[in-house]
Structures are given as C-alpha cells and as structure tokens.
C-alpha cells in the first residue's frame, strides 16, 4: 500500500520541497485524508499536486475521471484542470491559450503517469524554444499533457536567468 508521504519521498522533487511539502499536509488534515482517499482508491478523484516555484508554495486539486475540462489545450490537461479551478496566468501561464505554439505553459511531472505520457513531435519542438527554462526528462506542455488515473506530482519552474 503506497501512502502519500511515501509517494512524495520517492518522488525526484528536491528535500526541501518533500519536507515543506508533507508538512502542509500534515498541517491540512482534510487534504489529507482527501489525497489518502485517492490513493487508497476509494475515491474517482485523480490528485494533482503541483509545487509551484514562483509561489513557493504547493498546491492540491483533484481531477475527476468523469469530468474532462475541454480547454484549454487537450480536454483533461492539466492547464485545462487549472483553468477549471480559476487559476489563471499568474499560476500557470499559457501565452497561446493551449494552441501548442509557446512553451510558456511548461510543466515537470516529477511522478505518476499521464494518459499520454509521451509527447507529439510538435511539443518537442515547443519544449526547444525556451532558453530559460530548458527542458529536462520530467518537462512537457501543461496544455498537451493529459491527466489519466493515477496522481500527479508537478513542478511549475521559475525560469533560469543567466547572468
């Protein structure tokens, strides 16, 4: 049986972040019990936990395998599940609203598997363009990658400025 604290130290997120983490889970009860419903499969919510580097802060929203918000991007995105939960440009932006030509809604799935877990040639292409966020092995589009059944640990990343 996988808990959610175990989930989150397997994960490749940096120490910190695990720590910081687990701790506002610990410190949210009902987020928690929400998350361990959905690991324990009791429940048809699909976690989504997103760490976001720009707010410093985590972040927990909750798919439903019967509900596939259409836009933006690919219906059941994860930009399309946080538009569904009003959060905007300042959270996860999107330049082209999902049309897959900018990089700027670009995400890290540190763990679980999307429906679509490898990219289409034209989001390569996109994952290239930006110099200040290279690509690494966990980066996709926030508006082609697609939520499936299993919960998801992402990463929003400041851009790297270089000097």
Known sequence: RTTV??????????????????KELTDNPDIAQKLNDAFEKTTD?????????????PVVL???SAFKPQEPGEPGSILAYVRAYHLGDDFLCSDCYGQLSC????????QGTLEN????????DMLDIDEE???????RLGCQSV????????????PVFKV
Not at 5 to 22: F, G, H, V
Not at 133 to 139: G, I, R, S
């Open 5 to 22: 604290q175990s989930w989150i130290e397997a994960s490749p997120l940096d120490a910190a972040y695990k720590t910081r983490l687990i």
């Open 45 to 57: 919510d699909i976690p989504l936990i997103i760490w976001n580097e720009y707010k410093d802060a």
């Open 62 to 64: 909750f798919a439903k």
């Open 103 to 110: 990089s700027s809604c670009a995400v890290e799935v540190l």
């Open 117 to 124: 877990p490898e990219p289409r040639e034209e989001e390569y």
């Open 133 to 139: 966020k290279p690509a690494t092995t966990f980066t």
């Open 147 to 158: 939520v499936g059944t299993e919960p998801l640990l992402i990463k929003i990343r400041k």
